[in-house]
C-alpha cells in the first residue's frame, strides 16, 4: 500500500527570494548604465555644440576629460553671459484714497488674479509705512499746534 502525501509548497512573499533580489541588483545596475550611457551622450552632445572643430574626439575612456572639459566651458559661459535676475513690472494704484480703500484695493486685486500675492506683500508694506509716516507728521502738527496755544 502507498501513500500518497500532498506536499504544499509556499512561497516566499514576492521579491524576498535570493533569485528576486539577484533580479533586482541586475535590473539596478542595468538601470545605472543605461543613465551613465545617456549622461555621457549628453556630454557629447553639449561638447560637439560648444567646439564643433573637436571632431569625435571624446570616447568611452575619455569621459572623465569630457566631464572636466564640459566644466570648464560652463565656467566660461557662467563668465561671460550674464545671470537673468527676475523684475517685477511696475504697478499703479490710486493714491488718492485712504489708507484703508488701498489696502482693500490691493486685496481686491490678488483676489482677481491681478498681481501676485508676493507683489501685495511689498505694496501692502509700502502703504503700512505711508501710514506711519501720516502718523508721526499728524502728531507732530498736534504738538505744534499745542505749544502755540499754551505758549511754549
Known amino acids: 500500500m502507498s501513500v500518497k502525501v ?10 524576498t527570494s535570493r533569485a528576486a533580489q539577484n533580479r533586482k541588483i541586475r535590473q539596478d545596475a542595468l ?8 549622461y ?3 556630454l557629447q552632445k553639449i561638447a560637439d555644440r560648444l567646439d ?9 575612456e575619455d ?4 566631464k572636466e572639459r564640459v566644466g570648464i566651458l560652463f565656467k566660461i559661459l557662467d563668465k561671460t553671459l550674464p545671470n ?50 501720516v502718523e508721526v507728521d499728524e502728531l507732530e502738527n498736534r504738538i505744534t499746534k499745542l505749544e502755540a496755544a499754551h505758549g511754549n
Do not use: C
Open 52 to 60: 564643433p572643430e573637436a571632431d569625435n574626439a571624446y570616447k568611452r
Open 84 to 133: 537673468l535676475k527676475p523684475v517685477d513690472l511696475p504697478l499703479t494704484f490710486p493714491l488718492k484714497q485712504s489708507l484703508a480703500e488701498q489696502a482693500a484695493s490691493i486685496l481686491r486685486a490678488v483676489a482677481t488674479d491681478k498681481i501676485t500675492p508676493s507683489n501685495a506683500t511689498a505694496l501692502m508694506s509700502a502703504v503700512s509705512a505711508l501710514a506711519r509716516v
Open 6 to 15: 500532498k506536499t504544499i509548497k509556499q512561497n516566499a512573499p514576492r521579491g
Open 31 to 38: 538601470r545605472e548604465e543605461l543613465a551613465s550611457r545617456n
Open 40 to 42: 555621457v551622450s549628453q
Open 63 to 66: 569621459v572623465p576629460m569630457v
